[in-house]
Structures are given as C-alpha cells and as structure tokens.
C-alpha cells in the first residue's frame, strides 16, 4: 500500500471534572496515596499516555457500532484505522496517538497551587449490606480545568477515503465527550471537552517525488 498523505491533527483536552488514570504502583507507602496516576518521571507532572487516549476513541466507535468488545477481524473499517490484533488478520494502523502532555499554562498553574499538579481526594467505601462506611481511600487525580495538548497522526494510503476517516475521528472525540476518559468514570470522574483544533497536512507523494527520483 502507497502512503501519500500525513494528517497531524492537535487539539486542546480541558479537564471538565477530576482525571485520574492509575500508574498500576501496587507498593502503597504509610500515609502515601492508595493507587497513584501516571507522572512523568523526568517532571512529576501527570500526563495521558497515547494508549489510554487511544482506547477511549475506538471503543467509543466500537460501542456506537454495536461491538460488544474488541474487534480483530482486521477487515472493518475501525480495524484499518485503529489496528487489529489478530496476528492472521492484521491491518496497517491509520493513526498514531501520542501521549498528552499539560499545556505550559497549565503546567505553571498547577504547580503553583498543587504538588506536581494533583489533587488528594479521599472516598469513603460503603459496606452494602449495612450501608456504612467500610474504610477510606485516598486518591490523587488531575484537578478540573487542567489542559493537555493531544496529537494524533492519521495516515492515508492509497484508495483510501479520506474524509471518511476525518470524519469519523471526529465523531469519536465527540464521543469521548459524552463518556470519560480514565477511571473512575462512573463516579464522575474524566470528563473532557476537545478544542482549538489545528490540522497541518504532508503530501507525502509530492515530496517523495522531490527526493526519490
């Protein structure tokens, strides 16, 4: 399949309520955090790594499909463009989600008035059967009104319909809209509003033909 056109497509993510996506630590120190989110080990800033960001797009498209769980045929159309993985049937991944990193103005807020730019929130679990409190947890998440930059990369390869996938991406961030993205989302946790989109294109045959000869 010949590539032949580079679409890189950023947007702002602002936080509407608390994000937290776990960093997966199982190691819980005396007085420290229950379960962490994901930091920047270079910073300490909290940041959205392209797989999370990459998930909640397809399997808000796949829910919209009627699509009880992953799907891996490799022939559908959520399959060209988010990948597929059936070793049998894989297809060339269209997009690339990059991991999401705090605006600059965001970053010098938080750090302002936060430690690395989280907030502690403690929950109180419920015993269901007596409906008392069954013990507390402490959480740390990103505070709402937090901005990140998302990049993502969508390649066209011949034959392919562009508009189509434009389309459709932009039918899954308006998605992601209406659910949340992280954990805890049922608890009213991640939801986001995308913004301020700037889309810059490659024509990669014309500069293929500037170079290769």
């Given at each position: 399949?010949?590539?032949?056109?580079?679409?890189?497509?950023?947007?702002?993510?602002?936080l509407?309520?608390g994000?937290?996506?776990?960093?997966?630590?199982?190691?819980?120190?005396?007085?420290?955090?229950?379960n962490?989110?994901?930091?920047?080990?270079?910073?300490?800033?909290?940041?959205?790594?392209?797989?999370?960001?990459?998930?909640?797009?397809?399997?808000?498209?796949?829910?919209?499909?009627?699509?009880t769980?992953?799907?891996?045929?490799?022939?559908?159309?959520?399959?060209?463009?988010?990948?597929?993985?059936?070793?049998?049937?894989?297809?060339?991944?269209?997009?690339?989600?990059?991991?999401?990193?705090?605006?600059?103005?965001?970053?010098?807020?938080?750090?302002?008035?936060?430690?690395?730019?989280?907030?502690?929130?403690?929950?109180?679990?419920?015993?269901?059967?007596?409906?008392?409190?069954?013990g507390k947890?402490?959480?740390?998440?990103?505070?709402?009104?937090?901005?990140?930059?998302?990049?993502?990369?969508?390649?066209?390869?011949?034959k392919?319909?562009?508009?189509?996938?434009?389309?459709?991406?932009?039918l899954?961030?308006k998605?992601?809209?209406?659910?949340?993205?992280?954990?805890?989302?049922?608890r009213?946790?991640?939801?986001?509003?995308?913004?301020?989109?700037?889309?810059?294109?490659?024509?990669?045959?014309e500069?293929?033909?500037?170079?290769?000869?």
């Amino acid at each position: 399949m010949k590539l032949k056109k580079i679409i890189n497509i950023k947007k702002i993510m602002k936080l509407k309520t608390g994000l937290r996506i776990a960093s997966g630590n199982d190691e819980i120190k005396i007085g420290g955090i229950d379960n962490s989110i994901v930091k920047d080990p270079f910073t300490g800033n909290p940041y959205i790594p392209g797989s999370s960001l990459k998930g909640v797009l397809r399997s808000s498209l796949e829910i919209a499909k009627g699509k009880t769980k992953v799907c891996d045929c490799g022939d559908c159309f959520i399959c060209k463009m988010f990948g597929s993985a059936n070793n049998d049937k894989k297809s060339i991944t269209r997009i690339i989600v990059r991991d999401a990193f705090l605006t600059e103005k965001s970053r010098q807020i938080l750090n302002e008035v936060l430690p690395f730019g989280v907030e502690i929130k403690n929950e109180n679990s419920i015993d269901r059967v007596k409906g008392t409190s069954a013990g507390k947890r402490t959480f740390d998440r990103v505070p709402a009104g937090a901005e990140f930059e998302v990049n993502i990369v969508l390649k066209i390869f011949e034959k392919d319909d562009e508009e189509e996938f434009l389309k459709a991406l932009e039918l899954a961030f308006k998605l992601v809209e209406f659910n949340y993205v992280g954990g805890c989302g049922s608890r009213g946790y991640g939801q986001v509003e995308f913004k301020d989109e700037q889309i810059e294109y490659f024509d990669v045959e014309e500069e293929v033909k500037k170079v290769l000869r």
